[in-house]
């Protein structure tokens, strides 16, 4: 259907898609947190799970149509390995960047971090950084692989269910009453999000081909920015208002169930076997993203000098995709 549209079509499609999907995913985001506050569960899994799972609903829906219609599993997989990139070059960056200039102590985050949630980011960002390198030395990747990454979200979610806390109904009032009013808005708005995904899909790979960009690089590049901007607008708000660690919390899981829920779902819709060497620069780049987080957080740096070499990174990465393309 997009195909009689032409190109130009396509990209309003897309801009416009990608617009509707980021104000629909914030009304997720926001009912998420309201449910998840209602209903007792812990700040760790408000911020690593429910908020994050609010946030990658634009990759996993994305990632989903693409690996069905099998031709564009390679956007869904470059999507996906693309917004790890993102979200913390991009969007921790600007992030470490605003929080530096608000508050120039801002390193006092990290040791509060240490107290908290130490375990659960070390956690997200070792699997972000060890499940891509282990399936590009294992070479291929199948819906037996897709399974056992839904599996890691699954019980890795299960354990922090289990930091649940038993809330007082009197203490809240009329916000009880709302609560099925708030899973209606999610539900909705999660449609809303899906349908558009579709559209962002179908809109990428036609300018892909029509320009002759791969599809890996359209995947991870401009989609992936694409589908992260409910991280970035969460996030720079979350830094404007001196919550670093709200950021913090929502990119690393975000991280994290791209790697295992998103990925592992586009595998199991993919009917294909899918040769992991065409992703090496992406992985490469998602590896090393990681690796330098885990050492900002681990060191406790998190100013702007830190948030300038995020960004500056995230321009080299851009500059080998689109650079590598053509050459």
């Avoid at 998420?32 to 609010?54: E, H, P, Q, R, S």
């Avoid at 499940?131 to 692989?145: D, K, Q, W």
């Avoid at 791969?214 to 607008?233: C, N, R, W, Y």
């Amino acid at each position: 259907m997009l195909e009689t549209i032409g190109l130009l079509g396509n990209i309003l499609v897309l801009l416009t898609a990608i617009l509707i999907l980021d104000r629909a995913s914030d009304l997720v985001i926001n009912n998420a947190v309201k449910i998840a506050d209602l209903t007792g569960f812990g700040k760790t899994t408000i911020g690593f799970i429910l908020v994050a799972m609010g946030t990658t609903l634009p990759e996993l829906s994305v990632s989903i149509f693409a690996a069905i219609t099998g031709e564009s599993v390679a956007v869904a997989i470059g999507n996906v390995l693309g917004s790890c990139i993102v979200n913390i070059c991009l969007i921790l960056g600007v992030a470490f960047v605003l929080t530096a200039v608000r508050n120039p102590n801002c390193l006092q985050v990290a040791p509060m971090l240490a107290r908290e949630e130490t375990g659960t980011l070390y956690f997200g960002l070792f699997a972000a950084s060890a499940i891509p390198l282990a399936l590009i030395y294992i070479g291929e990747a199948s819906r037996i692989i897709g399974v056992i990454l839904v599996a890691i979200f699954v019980y890795h979610t299960y354990l922090l269910s289990k930091t649940r806390r038993i809330k007082e109904e009197g203490g809240l009032g009329a916000e009880y009453e709302r609560l099925n009013f708030y899973v209606l808005v999610a539900f909705i708005s999660a449609i809303i999000v899906v349908t558009s995904a579709y559209f962002i899909v179908n809109s990428a790979v036609y300018i892909a081909r029509a320009v002759g960009i791969p599809e890996v690089v359209i995947g991870s590049t401009i989609v992936a920015f694409g589908t992260s901007l409910p991280e970035f607008a969460n996030s720079v708000k979350s830094s404007q208002k001196g919550h670093l660690d709200l950021a913090l919390g929502n990119i690393v899981g975000s991280n994290f169930i791209n790697t295992t829920l998103i990925l592992g779902a586009s595998l199991i819709g993919s009917p294909l076997i899918i040769h992991m060497r065409a992703f090496t620069n992406v992985v490469l780049f998602s590896l090393i993203t990681s690796l330098l987080l885990w050492y900002f957080l681990s060191s406790e740096r998190t100013g702007w000098r830190e948030g300038f070499i995020l960004l500056f990174l995230y321009a080299v990465f851009l500059f080998v995709s689109y650079g590598g393309y053509r050459t």
